[in-house]
């Protein structure tokens, strides 16, 4: 199985965008879906993660600017991208952590770049 991203680009100062990222195929026992993103020259980072399917996680940056959604029958997570900041610019890679026993597994999107400039 593997995620599917989409929706990166480049947009102007205070411009929207939304994020996609569907999965292959089915993955069960799905416990967290996210997004991360890394800057050039800088670490991955989260930004905005359903945790356990209970509570929503967001980077203090992105607070008030982003939301995430998802579409559990689809296999689908969504971010939506307000009011971008050039400090934005990065790939953002959407990840699925499901717990396949006896472990946890991690599946990673293969990024997509989001470029904020005007």
């Known amino acids: 199985v593997q995620l599917q991203a989409s929706g990166g680009g480049l947009v102007q100062p205070g411009g929207s965008l939304r994020l996609s990222c569907a999965a292959s195929?089915?993955?069960?026992?799905?416990?967290?879906m996210g997004w991360y993103r890394q800057a050039p020259g800088k670490q991955r980072e989260p930004v905005a993660v359903?945790?356990?399917?209970?509570?929503?996680n967001y980077a203090d940056s992105v607070k008030g600017r982003f939301t995430i959604s998802r579409d559990n029958a689809k296999n689908t997570v969504y971010l939506q991208m307000n009011s971008l900041k050039p400090e934005d610019t990065a790939v953002y890679y959407c990840?699925?952590?499901?717990?396949?026993?006896?472990?946890?597994?991690?599946?990673w999107g293969q990024g997509t770049l989001v470029t904020v400039s005007s």
């Open positions: 990840n699925f952590r499901a717990f396949s026993f006896p472990r946890w597994v991690d599946y």
């Open positions: 195929g089915r993955i069960d026992n799905i416990n967290d």
């Open positions: 359903f945790i356990s399917g209970v509570r929503t």
